[in-house]
């Protein structure tokens, strides 16, 4: 066994990518992680696939360091803005606000969840922008049974978030 295996074993708590990737295979979640730079080292960045109603969503898990120990990202693209029926008509404008609105007031019942509509980077709204669910797991201080929990929640929101859609 490994020294971080056997740290998290010890405390039970999750303080690595490593470890949370072997917690996500063990609650039966595919996991992979690259080498993008050839070095031998994995990114600190991992896809999830979830399975809801048979259809995979990617969920990427990324590290956000910070001086109480960081946090796990998690990030999950359930739909791009041109799903919502983006055009640029005012009528349908009007029905695009609404369903973001719908989608905004659904956040608090996909808590710890939130919804999020993920800017281009270009001049005003593009219907090619990914709106995903986000939610922040603290580095250390994180169990299997809250990664569990965590990932349940994920799919109560993509079922919350595709039933409007």
């Not at 270009?122 to 965590?150: C, F, K, M, T, Y």
Request: aromatic residues 6%; contains cysteine.
């Amino acid at each position: 066994m490994e020294a971080t295996e056997q740290q998290q074993e010890a405390s039970g708590k999750i303080a690595t990518m490593e470890e949370l990737q072997s917690t996500l295979e063990t609650l039966g979640y595919t996991c992979s992680r690259a080498d993008l730079d050839g070095d031998g080292t994995p990114e600190p960045l991992m896809t999830v696939i979830m399975s809801v109603d048979d259809k995979p969503y990617s969920t990427v898990i990324s590290i956000e360091e910070g001086p109480d120990g960081g946090y796990f990202l998690v990030d999950c693209e359930f739909c791009q803005l041109k799903d919502f029926g983006f055009l640029d008509d005012e009528t349908d404008n009007q029905k695009l606000t609404a369903q973001l609105l719908t989608v905004l007031a659904l956040n608090h019942e996909i808590a710890p969840f939130a919804f999020a509509l993920v800017d281009s980077g270009l001049d005003g709204i593009d219907p090619e922008d990914p709106i995903v669910l986000v939610h922040r797991l603290p580095i250390g201080d994180l169990s299997e049974g809250e990664v569990n929990q965590a990932f349940a929640a994920l799919r109560r929101g993509v079922n919350a978030a595709t039933a409007i859609i």
